[in-house]
């Protein structure tokens, strides 16, 4: 086919960090890479995320003398993965992310490092682990981006005074009223963030840290990133994806692929349509965290091209609350907090509200009846736990008025005021927290052993004792907040094999296509095993793709050297 107005060995379409660490391993291994992004910033859900990349026996452990190994690893995904994926994705995750990570980290500007004690979220199960395999990025001088700032995806969600901070940084912030140790790490944030006001350092933390080293790598690599470039169609040849077209700012533009076409263009996440149509209900968009540009139309084109998909009807769910006029909010540390519980409109608790935010927000659908509403859900606290610990972006002892004004955070003398007020069964209640009130002063949750996983503990208050997540909620006055099943992606999209490779409904690889990220169904399956188990999988396989496309796969460079043996 002729007509093609630009020529490349390698397309990615998405600028989050699958798209990012495919153009880049591309382009280190000798091919052209061209980055295509329809919005007008690059980053997409990584750059607004926490930033925690899941690697297990990666090459940072044995510095701090921490033992992992492959099977070990396999091991754990086994124990809480399980059959839902294929195995040979597993074990091509398992093998390539401590390559990934290793390679990326060489580059000047990449830079990673283990989160102390930030452990998997089972680590009492076969093979787990309570440190080592969780990662993030320090925090990064968006100044040295220059220019390239200007169009990085900002994080939507800012603390008091704009603090920045990383995600550990924010648990220690979070607790240092409650824990004073941590007030000299409050006092190193306030002393970077005073010379960010003073000296326009432009700090950036989290994902966005992530994104701002990769952007700036593919920029001193010359890898070219369009932005304000929609694609509009997959062009095939003999079955073959040999290009796209896109839209670049009304200009129609045909670019062709010569190695292959990498859709990192995240989920469907922020498309109210497909989430209907594939997942459970309730569900709103409203409720999710994921950039406004995951849409989903990539994932629809996979499918009119004859890709198989999977994982439609999950996501990776995260409780989430919804303050007026502001981005979603979710719940990570409060819910862990003493003095703190979930519980549905009869007033009862239906889950561990320490446990991973995956499996709470699968628990509030299961949970969810026409008897017993527990979507919304209801956080409810007592005026202790208000003193201690954050609640949103709002500091301990720190109320905002328009919570109060406009309802989203309910406040009542006593629990029965707070049960009316709420909706909830006040009997119900009352009765919930008298029991665990008792949970609190015996350390034993009897109904759902919050406190017993080490996984548990990372985000509750060390000064809560016998139990570091119960505490009785019993000081007046008290407060409530609605709870909905939100999300930070959707998990569903295009299957792929061990090799990111595209497959149609017949189990048969789609030439030249290549997902990653939550435009592919997740290796993850319906669970999270770790910190990152969204950002170390895309990153993963975005590598992976790349090398396969540029021929240098390891076990594909084993496959040509045997065949190059069988004809001589």
Request: glycine share 10%.
């Amino acid at each position: 086919m002729t007509g093609w107005d630009v020529n490349t060995d390698w397309i990615v379409v998405g600028s989050g960090a699958a798209g990012m660490t495919a153009a880049l391993t591309a382009k280190r291994e000798g091919l052209d890479a061209l980055v295509l992004e329809k919005c007008e910033y690059y980053g997409g859900s990584t750059a607004i995320s926490g930033g925690g990349i899941w690697i297990p026996n990666n090459h940072l452990m044995p510095a701090l003398g921490i033992n992992d190994s492959a099977d070990n690893a396999l091991t754990y995904m086994e124990n809480t993965v399980g059959n839902r994926t294929p195995k040979a994705n597993q074990q091509a995750f398992i093998k390539y992310a401590p390559e990934m990570i290793r390679c990326l980290d060489e580059l000047p500007h990449m830079a990673f490092r283990i989160v102390p004690e930030f452990c998997d979220y089972y680590p009492e199960r076969p093979g787990g682990m309570t440190s080592g395999r969780g990662l993030d990025s320090p925090v990064f001088s968006g100044k040295k981006l220059g220019e390239l700032f200007d169009h990085i995806r900002i994080r939507p969600i800012t603390l008091l005074f704009d603090i920045i901070v990383t995600l550990n940084e924010g648990r220690k912030l979070a607790l240092s009223r409650a824990y004073p140790v941590f007030l000299i790490d409050v006092f190193k944030i306030a002393l970077r963030n005073l010379s960010d006001k003073i000296f326009r350092t432009r700090h950036i933390a989290m994902g966005g840290a992530i994104i701002a080293r990769l952007r700036l790598s593919l920029h001193e690599c010359n890898v070219p990133v369009w932005l304000n470039t929609t694609v509009t169609d997959i062009i095939f040849e003999d079955g073959a994806a040999v290009g796209v077209e896109v839209d670049k700012e009304g200009e129609k533009i045909r670019i062709r692929a010569a190695r292959g076409i990498m859709l990192a263009a995240g989920g469907f996440a922020r498309n109210q349509r497909m989430r209907e149509h594939y997942q459970k209900h309730p569900v709103d968009t409203a409720w999710t965290g994921a950039s406004p540009g995951d849409t989903g139309e990539v994932i629809e084109m996979g499918i009119n091209a004859g890709a198989d998909v999977d994982l439609m009807d999950d996501s990776w769910g995260m409780p989430t609350i919804l303050p007026p006029d502001e981005y979603p909010l979710p719940l990570v540390f409060e819910r862990a907090y003493p003095g703190a519980i979930l519980v549905n409109a009869a007033g009862c608790r239906f889950t561990n509200e320490s446990a991973s935010y995956v499996d709470v927000a699968h628990a509030m659908y299961e949970a969810n009846s026409e008897n017993a509403s527990a979507i919304p859900s209801f956080l409810v606290l007592d005026q202790r736990n208000r003193d201690r610990h954050v609640l949103g972006t709002m500091m301990p002892g720190h109320m905002r008025s328009r919570y109060l004004e406009s309802g989203f955070i309910i406040k009542a003398d006593t629990l029965e005021e707070l049960a009316d007020k709420m909706g909830i069964n006040s009997a119900g209640l009352l009765e919930t927290v008298k029991r665990c009130n008792e949970f609190a002063r015996t350390g034993k949750d009897l109904d759902f052993g919050r406190g017993e996983s080490a996984y548990d503990r990372f985000y509750s208050d060390p000064t809560a004792k016998p139990n570091c997540c119960l505490a009785p909620i019993e000081k007046s006055p008290f407060y409530g907040v609605k709870v909905y099943p939100g999300d930070i992606g959707t998990k569903g999209g295009l299957r792929t094999n061990e090799r990111a490779q595209v497959l149609n409904t017949q189990g048969d690889v789609i030439p030249g296509l290549y997902a990653a990220g939550n435009c592919s169904a997740s290796v993850m399956g319906n669970t999270y095993p770790g910190p990152g188990s969204t950002i170390g999988p895309a990153m993963t396989f975005g590598y992976i793709g790349a090398k396969h496309a540029a021929g240098r796969l390891k076990c594909d460079e084993v496959r040509q050297r045997n065949a190059a043996t069988a004809n001589e």
